[in-house]
């Protein structure tokens, strides 16, 4: 899940001491991990975060909203 970062669940066990990960950084670490595999140089995590949270406040789809 990227959005919300955070999430009532993420909140409630990062409260009860968990670790917790977002959504978004699962996304950094396998993105880093994937690009080092594939050229074998590997990019600056904190580039690739800010170019996914770049890129994920795009456009959003409108939804439908029913006229009351």
């Known amino acids: 899940i990227y959005n919300p970062p955070m999430t009532k669940f993420l909140s409630d066990v990062k409260s009860a001491g968990a670790i917790v990960v977002t959504g978004v950084e ?17 990019p600056e995590a904190s580039a690739v975060r800010r170019l996914f949270l770049s890129a994920s406040r795009g456009p959003q789809p ?6 009351s």
């Open 26 to 42: 699962m996304f950094t670490r396998q993105a880093v991990t994937q690009i080092s595999l594939l050229t074998g140089k590997a």
């Open 62 to 67: 409108k939804i439908p909203v029913p006229e």
